[in-house]
């Protein structure tokens, strides 16, 4: 089983639209997990953290379920700055090793 | 600051030919990932060193690919017959600590085609 699996999409959506994409991670020890965002062909960039019940910046919203073992990610008010790939990243439980998903692919369209 | 700076950027070589990136993370970060994120998919780890010593090399092809990282600075990765199924790019990261509050931060990365 994979450690982090995400649906690759893609997603399309309007300008305006509000989006999640959900990711799941198989080691229910992890503790830390992250959102990055990837431009194509560019490497990928930090957008969030997510460390307790979820947190918000502006238009993004992260929440984690350890319950259910998932994190989603909330995008209100969709951009056409926003396409890009959002990749889940888990953090080894007690270790340094990062974990990706495959990427989910957001294209917002005007 | 300046950040994670990898060479080349574009290399193309044939199948079984070897070749070799080079890495040099922000100053001062002691952990140093390489990564291989082949086409549709997330980047998977391949080393981590910790200043020059390794961590985790357990998803490394160690018959073909090789890592260095000598005075805990700069690092270099190899492959050694390279094969088709390389083609991908090889990210590298740095992070200043261990500490969940330490972001990792990548390079550009190098785009390796194998024909």
């Known amino acids: 089983r994979k450690e982090v699996e995400q649906d690759p999409g893609p997603f399309n959506v309007p300008e305006g639209a509000t989006v999640a994409f959900n990711c799941t991670y198989s080691n229910s020890a992890s503790q830390s997990f992250f959102w990055y965002r990837q431009d194509c062909r560019k490497e990928p960039k930090l957008l969030m953290s997510?460390?307790?019940s979820g947190n918000e910046d502006g238009r993004f919203t992260a929440q984690l379920n350890r319950a259910s073992q998932y994190i989603s990610l909330l995008i209100r008010d969709s951009k056409l700055s926003d396409s890009a790939t959002y990749l889940c990243?888990?953090?080894?439980?007690?270790?340094?090793?990062?974990?990706f998903g495959t990427g989910t692919s957001l294209t917002v369209i005007p | 600051e300046a950040g994670v700076a990898q060479s080349p950027r574009y290399k193309i070589i044939e199948k079984r030919q070897s070749v070799a990136f080079w890495c040099n993370p922000i100053s001062g970060h002691a952990t140093l990932y390489w990564y291989q994120q082949i086409l549709g998919q997330g980047p998977k780890l391949l080393i981590q060193?910790?200043?020059?010593?390794?961590?985790?090399d357990s998803q490394l092809p160690k018959d073909r690919f090789s890592a260095e990282r000598l005075k805990g600075v700069d690092s270099t990765l190899k492959i050694q017959p390279a094969k088709l199924e390389d083609s991908a790019v090889y990210l590298c990261?740095?992070?200043?600590?261990?500490?969940?509050?330490?972001?990792?931060?990548f390079g550009p990365g190098t785009r390796l085609t194998v024909t």
């Open positions: 060193f910790q200043n020059n010593g390794v961590v985790d």
């Open positions: 997510v460390y307790s």
């Open positions: 990243v888990v953090r080894s439980p007690g270790g340094n090793q990062f974990y």
């Open positions: 990261a740095s992070r200043a600590g261990e500490g969940y509050l330490y972001e990792q931060y």
